[in-house]
């Protein structure tokens, strides 16, 4: 199967994946009591809004540089190579990144399934690098993987201090 996806709907997919993440992070914060945690996740909500953001200007950015230019040659800015595409894909929204949350859970499973959605967009956007070669946007979407996986270790830190009650502050 040859599978092709242009630069536009990749960042289309990131930005899915992001609107998500700032879904499932309002719904976290709204199961936990405890305000220092709930604070967390909207934190982490609104880095994912900003994250969001980004990949929405990079779309517009993409899109004017198309219109100015009148033959243009996505192999350019997008790898040929279906099979790693076609990974890309499966951490589309609708596929394992997208985690919902179904009220069974526990704190803790809310926690550790935000650390495995919080890898598993790491692995997507590593991707997203992997196949968009010299797009000018990829030194951005480098600092947004940091910031993903400075997610990680927030909540990590979250999880091996659930049950102290004197949470720490956490910050970018």
Known sequence: MNTKLSA?????????IERDSVDFYREAA???????RRKMFFLLAGWERKHEEVFSAMKRELTDVLNEAKNFDFSNILSPNPQRLVGLASLAPGSVSRTELTGEETKEDILELAVTRERNIVAFYYDLVGVMGDFIGESKIDDII????????ILRRAIEKFSDPQLERYSS
């Open 30 to 36: 709204r199961r936990f009591d405890d305000e220092e």
């Open 146 to 153: 940091k910031e993903e996986q400075s997610h990680i270790g």
């Open 8 to 16: 536009f709907e990749i960042l289309t997919m990131a930005e899915a």
